[in-house]
């Protein structure tokens, strides 16, 4: 996971009539006591202009376990605060006045959203869950990390010298466990298969760190520019797993 830059402007499909109408027909159903169900929520967020422009923004990764996606295939809209039900309350009708909020959506993998995340939205003791639309999300205390608005890497590290080498595992960094839970629990960021894909790239980052080490020692200078290249191309945020490469190099020193 790492940073993103700021959102793009909000695509058109988000300010059509037929979200407006989708909006108010779903408000009316609140005022009116009923229980909102997921087909309640007519899927605009899969429009063409709100999917690409989110994939192009996080940079045709999954924006928590960064495996590239393919935009037809492997591709979520995912609300960060789920639409219509909150796992950890069952009280709790959902984000639904955020259904069609630019700013709620992130683009992941079917993995993470639909294996791990779901409708899951836990907070941090102290947190003041926010119940319509009213309320201040500002003190709800997410432990879900939101790679928009806070810096991953803070949360996140990397192990890639245990288990062989065979997978790298993403361990959570704060005392509060926020990247504990994120990487374990919320998010396919420690899945089997991603630990491994992440292991692969092992070798060639070693491959790179080694060459520039050696490359200072001897205070080589052609050698640290042409490298210095390389690493800051390895750690570009279009690459796959940038944050664990980041970690890396940032562990070494380079
Ligand atoms: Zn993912």
Redesign the pocket.
């Known amino acids: 996971m790492i940073k993103l830059e700021s959102r793009p402007p909000v695509p058109d499909s988000l300010k059509s009539e037929k979200v407006k109408r989708i909006k108010n027909k779903i408000s009316d159903k609140i005022q009116a006591g009923e229980c909102l169900k997921s087909v309640d929520f007519e899927p605009y967020w899969r429009e063409n202009d709100v999917k690409t422009s989110l994939w192009r923004y996080h940079h045709k990764k ?1 924006c ?4 590239k996606r393919d935009l037809k295939r492997e591709s979520d809209v995912e609300h960060f605060r789920p639409k219509a039900k909150v796992t950890e309350d069952e009280n709790h009708s959902g984000y639904w006045w955020l259904a069609y909020d630019w700013t709620n959506y992130l683009f ?2 079917k ?3 639909q294996e791990y995340k779901k409708n899951r939205f836990p907070l941090l003791p102290g947190g003041k869950r926010a119940f319509k639309e009213r309320d201040d999300l500002s003190v709800e205390k997410p432990v879900l990390i939101n790679p928009i608005d806070e810096i991953p890497e803070k949360f996140i590290g990397f192990d890639w010298q245990g288990s062989y080498g065979i997978l790298v595992k993403a361990v959570g960094l704060d005392k509060a466990g926020r990247g504990h839970q994120t990487v374990n629990r919320l ?3 420690n899945d089997q298969n ?1 630990m491994r894909q992440r292991a692969e790239l092992v070798s060639l980052l070693q491959a790179i760190a080694s060459i520039m080490i050696s490359a200072k020692h001897c205070d080589n200078q052609t050698l640290i520019s042409e490298y210095s290249e390389i690493i800051k191309t390895e750690t570009s945020a279009n690459k796959e797993f940038a944050g664990f490469r980041r970690a890396f190099f940032r562990a070494l020193g380079l």
């Not at 928590?64 to 495996?67: A, G, L, Q, V």
């Open positions: 999954c928590y376990c960064e495996r992941s993998c993995a993470c959203n998010t396919a960021i991603v």
